[in-house]
């Protein structure tokens, strides 16, 4: 049971830094002390070290053993280079999608279901889901060509370019552009269009990374404590 509590408190701190990273109240670069967040959420160092961690696995916070955790803070050349390897990757995961799509299978089915969940995250404003749909998406193509590492390795690159999307997007949640050229991406899947569905996925990652804006947060002076205690979360000890 104590360690079910424990468990619980860490999820607690985890989500509530989290939220507040993915909602750019805390801007990249943000130094993230324990012992500051500690006092603030009046728990141990214990539970704040743990969730920072699980944070950092998520690549949103960066840990170094000398100056301690902060808010992941790419540069634009990461995110270039990152944004190049996605599109390498996915022209090609999209041509096996083609050439191994069966319409006797249940994959197109499968996308479908991870799109109509997509689109009612944009509905709900569900940012976060928003995120992980998209992800589930260009995993489940990615799984037709049959190759565990290549999905080992879109994995990673999408978690990357999912960070950058959290700190620099200009997406509109209101009027998403997503959803459409996902859709139009699995008809070309559906119908075997190799050079259709390459076009279609280039154009779509390619249309992302134009859509970054590095002077969208800036790091403006934060106070942690309204931050993070403005959520209205219990996480006392």
Do not use: W
Request: hydrophobic share 40%.
């Amino acid at each position: 049971m104590e360690a079910a509590e424990k468990t619980s408190l860490v999820d607690k701190i985890y989500l509530q830094i989290k939220r507040a990273i993915v909602n750019r109240e805390i801007p990249p670069g943000t130094k993230l002390s324990e012992e500051v967040l500690a006092n603030i959420l009046n728990v141990s160092r214990t539970p704040v070290r743990t969730a920072l961690q699980k944070l950092s696995y998520e690549k949103l916070v960066d840990i170094s053993p000398r100056k301690g955790a902060s808010i992941a803070n790419p540069t634009a050349k990461e995110v270039k280079e990152v944004f190049e390897m996605r599109i390498l990757l996915e022209e090609y995961t999209v041509e096996m999608a083609c050439r191994n799509f069966k319409q006797t299978d249940d994959t197109a089915a499968r996308l479908k279901h991870v799109l109509a969940i997509e689109e009612k995250a944009y509905r709900d404003k569900d940012f976060s889901n928003v995120l992980q749909q998209v992800h589930n998406f260009h995993i489940e193509i990615a799984k037709l060509c049959n190759n565990g590492l290549i999905v080992r390795h879109l994995q990673e690159l999408i978690l990357l370019t999912n960070i950058y999307i959290t700190f620099y997007s200009e997406m509109s949640i209101e009027s998403p552009n997503s959803p459409g050229e996902h859709l139009k991406i699995l008809h070309a899947i559906e119908n075997n269009d190799v050079a259709l569905a390459k076009y279609l996925m280039r154009r779509h990652i390619e249309d992302v990374s134009k859509r970054l804006n590095f002077n969208l947060i800036r790091n403006y002076n934060i106070n942690l404590q309204d931050i993070l205690l403005g959520q209205g979360l219990d996480v006392r000890e």
